[in-house]
């Protein structure tokens, strides 16, 4: 469940991607067409990309939430796991 999750948020980061690359092509076509500066573009590439970053931060809280939510076993509790087992194993 945890990795379907990850993939999840992963397609999510990759759509963020290929927004801003699009975003990004529409800007400069723009600077190119005279409709903006190019200081413009930079100052809405920046803000492109400051959106992005806050999305994505967003995003991982709340991925991060679900998976606390959703009560699984991190890799400390399977490792803890396993120990006791062998220990249980050995003292037979």
Known sequence: MEEILKKVFLAGIGTLALTYEKANEVVEAMVEKGKITME????????????????????????????KELNLATKDDI?????????????R
Do not use: F, M, V
Request: aromatic fraction near 0%; avoid cysteine.
């Open 40 to 67: 413009q573009g930079k100052e809405l590439n920046e803000e492109l990309k400051r959106a992005i970053n806050k999305k994505e931060g967003t995003t991982n809280s709340e991925l991060k939430d679900i998976l």
């Open 79 to 91: 490792a803890n796991l396993e120990s006791r087992i062998n220990n249980l194993e050995k003292n």
